[in-house]
């Protein structure tokens, strides 16, 4: 199972960014996909997940701000980014989990906010 995540880079603050990941390889249906990120000294924190149901769940630091969405037919999630901040700024990995295979991880896209 591979994650191809992308749509990272550098924005100013009150910018937006659109990140993308699609799930390739599996022949299961993926049950959860979403987005973790790392800052620089800090842990891997979630961001929002999504199930193939459609429910979602967001850090309280993405509420309001951040949207997760995600296309079955393509096993493709997206984070639509806005209002951003300097404490956005982190290595974004995409996250898919299957009840049977697991948890996998994609190789993580750098968003940089900064003017």
């Known amino acids: 199972v591979q994650l191809q995540a992308s749509g990272g880079g550098l924005v100013q603050p009150g910018g937006s960014l659109r990140l993308s990941c699609a799930v390739s390889g599996s022949a299961f249906s993926i049950n959860v996909m979403g987005w973790y990120r790392q800052a620089p000294g800090k842990q891997r924190e979630l961001v929002a997940t999504?199930?193939?149901?459609?429910?979602?769940n967001y850090a309280d630091s993405a509420k309001g701000r951040f949207a997760i969405s995600s296309d079955n037919t393509k096993d493709t999630v997206y984070l639509q980014m806005n209002s951003l901040k300097p404490d956005d700024t982190a290595v974004y990995y995409c996250?898919?989990?299957?009840?049977?295979?697991?948890?996998?991880w994609g190789q993580g896209t750098q968003v940089t906010v900064s003017s």
């Open positions: 999504t199930t193939r149901g459609g429910s979602t």
């Open positions: 996250y898919a989990w299957n009840v049977a295979l697991g948890a996998f």
